[in-house]
């Protein structure tokens, strides 16, 4: 579905560059189904192998100059494809905006001192997740805008389910994963330069454990 989904919007000029996400070891097996499916499509596979120290530049450079009909990434390679620093600040400040936006209204529902101090401490708490989770390993002059990918499909999409969530409700709080908040700041900046319809997210599994998940999605 992934394949004929991604070649069909390139087929009709909808996107350029689609990439692909998948398991680490679901790599081989896609790019050998889709073959199946467009023996002469143009892929561009790439798995840690592929990525490691200066091979990562290469990749970017290949990823940016060809016609690929679909860039295929390893979770792990997608992960080490970050955002330019200022594409990153920009993401954080929405985020920290949002959150205070939030918690503002918390604030004004609120009327006793303990609860205002218990919502100030959680906007101090969410802003550290915040930065935390954005601090991965990243290699110099190697970023996701230079690759040109303007559409994401997603494999296995409940494993990013554990996106930061700030909730009064116990169950419905989510302290969040680095995975998950790296995906949320790529489709972001997708967002924000090639209009609202950036991704699909493939998974059998939508909800996993909890409603929470629901609002995640």
């Given amino acids: 579905e992934m394949a004929i989904g991604a070649s069909e919007l390139k087929r009709l000029g909808l996107v350029r560059k689609p990439g692909v996400v998948v ?36 990749f970017v450079a290949q990823v940016a100059t060809n ?8 979770r792990t390679a997608f992960q080490r494809l970050p955002l330019s620093p200022e594409n990153e600040q920009a993401f954080l400040m929405r985020e920290i905006a949002a959150a205070r936006d939030r918690l503002e209204t918390l604030k004004t529902a609120s009327g006793s001192s303990a609860a205002l101090r218990r919502i100030e401490k959680a906007v101090l708490r969410q802003e550290e997740r915040l930065k935390a989770m954005r601090d991965v390993p990243v290699d110099a002059g190697v970023t996701f805008e230079q690759s040109g990918i303007d559409y994401l499909l997603i494999d296995e999409l409940h494993d ?3 996106l930061a969530t700030a909730s009064q409700i116990s169950d419905a709080s989510i302290a969040g994963s680095k995975r998950a908040m790296d995906l949320y700041a790529k489709i ?30």
């Fill in 67 to 74: 016609d690929w009909d679909a860039i295929i990434l390893t």
């Fill in 160 to 162: 990013f389910k554990n």
């Fill in 188 to 217: 972001d900046y997708l967002r924000h330069t090639q209009g609202q319809r950036v991704v699909t997210g493939a998974t059998a599994t939508p909800i996993a454990n909890s409603l929470a998940e629901m609002h995640v999605r």
């Fill in 23 to 58: 398991p680490n070891h679901m790599l081989e097996q896609i790019a050998a189904e889709w073959l199946q499916l467009y023996p002469q499509a143009r892929l561009l596979a790439a798995g840690s192998d592929d990525l490691a120290g200066d091979q990562r530049r290469r």
